[in-house]
């Protein structure tokens, strides 16, 4: 029912920031706690950081420290801001909510070594 679109991925450098945005298709986000997961090739599917509605946020131990969730909600986004970037977080990156029946494009990340 709610649409989610991945934006503002591209070509970085190691060491250079990015941030994405999940555009949510209606207002949600109080409601619904929204996560950015990356797939690499080959490699599993996984969550890189979430936050809740209640404003919450968790993070994969990788990148504690150096991306940051947040949330618009009356813009109904939620960004990643991603600083320091490593060759090896190089993925498709997606948004989901906790249910993760369907899931959208991504947005293509490529760190440059």
């Known amino acids: 029912q709610v649409q989610l679109v991945e934006s503002g991925g591209g070509l970085v450098q190691a060491g250079g920031s990015l941030r994405l945005s999940c555009a949510a298709s209606?207002?949600?986000?109080?409601?619904?706690?929204v996560g950015w997961y990356r797939q690499a090739p080959g490699k599993q599917r996984e969550l890189v950081a979430r936050i809740t509605a209640g404003g919450n946020t968790n993070y994969a131990d990788s990148v504690l420290g150096r991306f940051t969730i947040s949330r618009d909600n009356a813009k109904n986004t939620v960004y990643l801001q991603m600083n320091s970037l490593k060759p090896e977080e190089t993925a498709v990156y997606y948004c989901?909510?906790?249910?993760?029946?369907?899931w959208g494009q991504g947005t293509q990340v490529t760190v440059s070594s």
């Open positions: 209606e207002s949600i986000l109080s409601i619904f706690a």
């Open positions: 989901n909510t906790d249910a993760r029946i369907y």
